[in-house]
């Protein structure tokens, strides 16, 4: 090579090693700027630490319990999707360190209910409910997931409804045996009940005998197939009450299954729901009454006590077909007071908390309203509007910001009309006023758990956590006090079931378990606590269980 050329070599290597260097200084640069710039959310303070895929969905919200004895609390759920097969519903119990499955109760359907605990075996671990889309309760050995009773074997004198069983509230002792008891809804159509029939009106045959969505989806098959008929004359029958509609065969070719069910049933799909206190230690039970004005009822009661009476309030009504708010005492069923939701029903779960000695309960419903209610008197404290194109099935929560010493009231609702939604948006209202104070829209999807609120940052305040969306990029949100976005952690899938936040083997680090369809997962927040860790309103009904705010 030629002087000349070498020296020409020579600069040009220089020269690219001058640019690649101020190119390497001003992408440091730009990072280290973008990095003292970038959002609280975007730091890992929230860190994966196990995730679990369960043989059955996950549909119901945990509950928390050493059953293994190793000193880290396990974790207690339900599973099993609406419809589904025989033996893809279960109750489970997952060990809190790994995430394996400690034992696994196969149930008739989806075990939706949020299990009740309570020791009635007296062997030191904790005893387990199982209810959800089937007509029966059944209580669980904590140790080993081994049947102990089952309602309907424990009482042949009582004639059940063929309704699902909803989530258990604890009650005091009321047959004095020294063990808590619960109180519990059943209400709404069961799964493979005969209490739904279908019949081809012009025919006279009967084409559907049970509420099941194989038998349904084959009767309208085969009406597809045997006919051209551009509409279909059907006999719709619950009970002993019967319709007659006319259903349009477009309905039934372009539509899915539960529009076209909406259509069937344009009121509830089955008979008024009925409250039943059941002694847990025994399984007998000890008082039931109906659900006011013959409604179903999907909520979960807030229990309290008042004057020495046990009281309870709860949510009655369907997706289609008005409810009401009301109170009753459990021991004698006396009505307290009603208040009605026009239009559409409550299906979520109210909370209660107590300022200036007097109880308020908040509730949403599906007809885009927040009500705030004294609980002794049924009067309206105040209303919130969100809309009526908004509904919701997640239960409220409460939460004081900083520098404010009152309660002010989080909820969630779904866009759309049921069983179509498009968003789901997180709500902040007033708790004085019902004035709005935020909204932020979370995601695109079919809904939203119900919030749950702890110190997850470590300034010692409320925060709230809670899975945005069943479908369609499903994630763990956490917001600050601020309302500020702290973590955003995609899910592989989303779901109904509301996380629980606890330090669950007591190192100082705060755990939050989130279940969903077919995993749950552990994550912990990356920051040693300094003080205790407040759980007051940390997982599903609150600390207590009952729906009650201390």
Known sequence: MSISKKNQSDKLNKNWLSTKALLIIFFCVVGAFVYLLKSKSILPLVIHYWTKQLPQAGVGSPRLVDINNDSIKDI??????????????????????????????????????TPFLVDINKDGIMDTTASGRFIDVYMLNGK??????????????????????????????L????????????????NNTNHVRVYN??????????????????????????????????????????????????????????????????NQEGPGGRVYVVSSGSGKVLNHFRVPMNRESWSVPIYFKHNNEHLIIYGSGGERKNGYMQSSNLETGELKWLVESPDKGVLSSPMLHIENDVPKVSVSTMGGAVYQLNAITGDVIWQANIGSEYESYSSVAPIKFKDKSTIDIVAVFSRG?????????????????GKEIFRQK??????????????????????????????RQPRLLVLGNDLKEIHSEPLDSGGFATPVVDDIDADGYTDIIVPRFHFISRFKVDQLRTQPLSLKWNQYRGVHWNGVLD
């Open 76 to 113: 207690i759920i339900g599973s099993g999707f609406e419809w589904s097969k025989k033996d893809e519903s279960a109750v489970n119990a997952i060990d809190g360190k790994t995430g394996e499955i400690i034992w696994s109760t196969i149930v008739p359907e989806s075990a939706y209910g």
């Open 175 to 190: 047959d004095g045996d020294g063990i808590r008891d619960f109180v519990l809804i059943q209400g709404g159509l069961a």
């Open 417 to 433: 009309v049921w069983p179509k939604y498009e968003s789901a948006s997180l709500y902040i209202l007033d708790g004085q006023t």
């Open 442 to 471: 979370i995601g695109f999807c079919n809904g939203a758990s119900s919030p749950i609120i702890a110190d997850i940052d470590g300034d010692y305040l409320d925060d709230i956590v809670l899975i945005t969306c069943t479908t």
């Open 201 to 266: 009106e012009r025919t006279g045959e009967q084409i559907v005998d049970r509420y099941n969505k194989d038998r349904i989806v084959k009767a309208i098959k085969t009406l597809l197939d045997n006919s051209t008929d551009k509409t279909f004359s059907l006999r719709l029958c619950q009970g002993d009450d019967c319709e007659v509609k006319e259903i349009d065969r477009d309905m039934f070719v372009y539509y899915s299954f539960d529009v076209v069910l909406s259509k069937l049933f344009l």
């Open 144 to 173: 080993n997931g081994e049947f102990l009773w089952k309602l309907s074997e424990k009482n042949p004198e009582v004639e059940f409804l063929p309704c699902n069983f909803n989530s258990p509230t604890p009650i005091p002792d």
